[in-house]
DNA sequence: GTTGATTTTGAGAATGGTTCTTGGTTGAAG
DNA sequence: CTTCAACCAAGAACCATTCTCAAAATCAAC
């Protein structure tokens, strides 16, 4: 079954941005390209193509949610404070390998690490009241 | 600096349950307890409390945010389909350890590492079309 | 090609968790 | 008794996402 035409654009696009993007964002590149789409059929088809196991999504702690290609193994720090992320350069769990019986029937796709606590600008912030 | 009574009953009640709890499940049980408080109250010292690194969140792909106490290494599968979670047993990354060029000033509180694929039962209902 | 059924799409409305606003309450200090 | 500041609650506002549903596209037979 290959993918459908607009879920193809939809990926490439992904594909061709360097950072995550969120619903929104995706809406608003592709509205201004050949191929436009509604704000519904991008959700949608990101929906399709994660339980694909094609893209992966995290969420901010703002409750946006961005999305990346799944090939893409990036994690990153998230402060807590000013919710500023910055991007680790490795993954440290890797082939973080779970036993079938710890899986139990489940399928993985995807994983998310993701560190939270404090910018060091926002720890200087606090300290200085 | 002591913590603020209000939120050393917030703490407790989270402590108190079993599983996570979303903000509004926190505002529900403080409801009809003897120490009532406002949603918008429940959410500041949510955030103020995972400020200073004694609570931990994660969201579901729904949006909703579940909070726990940090003390808790708790990690999930989670169904991209169907939405449902289980938790696993350990934690796979125990001290995920981090170097301090990683870090950048960065003060780690909490992380979250979370699976996200098909659960068994969403699978057979995919196959069976 | 035509017809009719099925699927896909998109504009706008609805949803719902979270945050903001506003005005009231409390409590300590003077 | 004032004053001032911190804290709080109720409801409005916000906004990313989902839903609705009619129109458009696709497909399948004839």
């Known amino acids: 079954m290959p993918l459908a035409a607009r879920q193809e654009h939809l ?51 703002s409750g946006e949610a961005l999305y990346a290609p799944v090939e893409r193994d990036e994690h990153h720090l998230t402060c807590v404070d000013c919710g500023s992320t910055t991007t680790l350069e490795s993954c440290p769990v890797h082939g973080a390998h779970l036993s079938p019986a710890q899986l139990g029937g489940f399928k993985p796709l995807f994983h998310t690490l993701e560190f939270f606590g404090l910018c060091d600008a926002c720890q200087q912030r606090q300290q200085a009241w």
């Not at 929104?24 to 991008?42: K, N, W, Y």
Request: overall charge positive.
């Open 11 to 61: 990926l490439n696009e992904l594909r061709r941005s360097n950072g995550e993007l969120s619903g929104q964002d995706l809406h608003a590149r592709l509205r201004q390209g050949p191929h436009p789409m509604g704000l519904a059929t991008v959700y949608r088809h990101l929906r399709q193509l994660q339980q694909l196991g094609l893209v992966r999504c995290r969420h901010l702690p």
